[in-house]
């Protein structure tokens, strides 16, 4: 090819995301939670508060690689992950090394002028024996 496609000048600040396997990962949210049980007192106010059932979300949206989907763009859902690329250490007192991941909410894109996209959930149970 005799002229470059793509120059590139600087360095392109990192923000810790990785791609994934058979996605190229342009967007990453990560939310915590735990469901909330309340008790109120006689005057209707909240008096004690029980944060149960922890769990952590992790929603991909990103370019398949290739022709075509595999890897995380083509799994089942439901299908337990072994491993995440973007969760390797503690995040908010969740370890990666406990409970199961799930594979959700797949969603494919295809379009004549973008590349094929992605975008899936995966929550993590850390209650799940492993």
Known sequence: MPVQAIIEHGARPAYDLADESGVLVNKLSIKPTREYVERKNSQRMVAYVRAENP????????????????????????????????????????????????????????????????????????????
Do not use: C
């Open 55 to 130: 769990r952590i979300t992790f929603e991909f949206s990103g370019v398949i690689v290739g022709d075509t989907a595999t890897g995380f763009a083509d799994q089942h859902p439901g299908t337990a992950i072994t491993a995440l690329a973007n969760f390797q250490n503690s995040i908010h007192g969740f370890s990666p090394t406990e409970g199961k991941i799930i594979y959700k909410d797949p969603t494919r894109e295809l379009s004549d002028t973008d590349e094929p996209q992605v975008s899936f959930t995966a929550e993590m149970f850390p209650g799940i024996a492993a």
